[in-house]
Structure formats: C-alpha cells, structure tokens
C-alpha cells in the first residue's frame, strides 16, 4: 500500500458525459501528478500539481482538469468524453516538485468510456 | 529529442532464471533514473533510483545499474519467481527549465513455471 489512495476504483460512462476522479496524496506530500495509461500502453504524464499550483502539464486534453485543494488532495475532470478516453488514470505523489523525488503510484481509476 | 526506449518489449523465462532489461535514453541534461515494477491493473511501485554519479544500485533480487557515458541502463533479476511476471518501466529525469519526465513503453516479463 503506497499510502495514496483513488476514487472511484472503476467508472462506467457514456460517451459525452462528464467524470471527476479523486486523489487523496501520501500524507506530507505536496505534490500530486496524473497519468493516463491506455490499454497495453506507457504511462503518459498529464499534469503535475505543487501545493495547489499547476506544476507541469504534459500531454493533457483542452477537455480534461485538474485542480489541487488546500488540503492537498486533488481531481481530474475528464469532458466530453470519447471512447478512447477509456483507459486507467493514476493519481502518484510525492514529497516535494522536483524530479529527484520519488513518486508513489495510487491504485488507479479504470475508465470504460460506452 | 527526448526518447527513452526499453527493449525487449517482451520477455518470457522460466522460473528460476536470470534476465536483464535494457533502456536506453536521450535525454539530457539527466537528473536520474528509476526502474518501476507494474503489476496487471495496479500502479507502479519503485524498485531502484540512480543519479549521475551512480552506477549500480540493488533491491533485493533487483539490480540496476546506470553507464551515463553511453546513456544505458539495465535492470537484471536474478533467480526469478512467478510473482516477478509483470511490466517494468524505466524512467528518466532532467532538468530543463524545471524537472520533466519521461516513461520508457515497459518491457513484460512472464515467469513460467
């Protein structure tokens, strides 16, 4: 258990419809990041929150979000869905924002997109 | 342009014996490198991390090491066991105007019995 936790664990969609995934990071950690880990393939980085500020974006969709909360837990705000949006989105974290740090993977959200 | 890429893209031994993982990169200016160990459905746990200066680095059966002249990495398993079948990803820090990373695609182990 890494200490990060997910919700939901899975979510079941239609297409154009619009979810919320949360995160709950390590307790002391300040930084939170999101990937999206399709079906057989690599992690891709989204975005990376630091103490409620946008850190890093990476290969984040116009229609996804993210935010970061006072008390640091964070959500991803997935529009406008599509079919291939259906994938595993995972929440990890870390103690501080630099690339030194390790990172500690959540559970993961599974997506289906119908 | 920054690529990291891990061979091979699959792997299956048996149980019991060794293998090695390769990743190779481009990336500079490099900060550092982690092996992560993904089992089907589940997040990625870490198995090692290795800064410049580093050039092996054990956990267990797990041992990585780093050439950073060549820009290589390896991860080898040693006497490998059934829960050891999973994807194992390497991936690489830097520094440009902020800490960026990049995932390798993952090579898949299956240990067979």
């Known amino acids: 258990d890494s200490g990060v936790t997910q919700t939901p664990k899975h979510l079941i969609t239609a297409t154009g419809q619009r979810v919320t995934l949360r995160c709950s990071p390590r307790?002391?950690?300040?930084?939170v990041y999101w990937y999206q880990q399709s079906l057989d393939q690599g992690l891709q980085f989204l975005i990376q929150?630091?103490?409620?500020?946008?850190?890093a974006k990476g290969n984040i969709l116009e229609r996804f979000s993210a935010q970061q909360f006072p008390d640091l837990h964070s959500e991803l705000n997935l529009s406008s869905l599509e079919l291939g949006d259906s994938a595993l989105y995972f929440c990890?974290?870390?103690?501080?924002?630099?690339?030194?740090?390790?990172?500690?993977f959540g559970p993961g959200t599974r997506l289906t997109v119908l | 342009k920054n690529q990291v890429e891990q061979s091979p893209q699959s792997l299956i031994i048996l149980e019991g014996k060794n293998c090695t993982l390769q990743c190779n990169y481009t990336v500079s200016p490099f900060s550092n490198l982690r092996w992560y160990k993904q089992d089907t459905g589940r997040g990625p746990v870490s198995l090692t991390i290795?800064?410049?200066?580093?050039n092996t680095k054990s956990n267990g059966r797990y041992t990585a090491t780093l050439d950073a002249d060549t820009k290589q990495s390896s991860l080898h398993i040693t006497a490998s066991q059934l829960s050891d079948s999973a994807s194992y990803i390497c991936v690489v820090s830097f520094n440009t105007g902020g800490f960026k990373t990049i995932f390798g695609a993952g090579t898949r182990l299956f240990v067979k019995a």
């Open positions: 290795m800064t410049f200066s580093e």
């Open positions: 307790s002391g950690d300040l930084s």
């Open positions: 929150y630091y103490n409620g500020e946008e850190r």
């Open positions: 990890a974290s870390s103690p501080l924002a630099g690339g030194k740090n390790e990172q500690f």
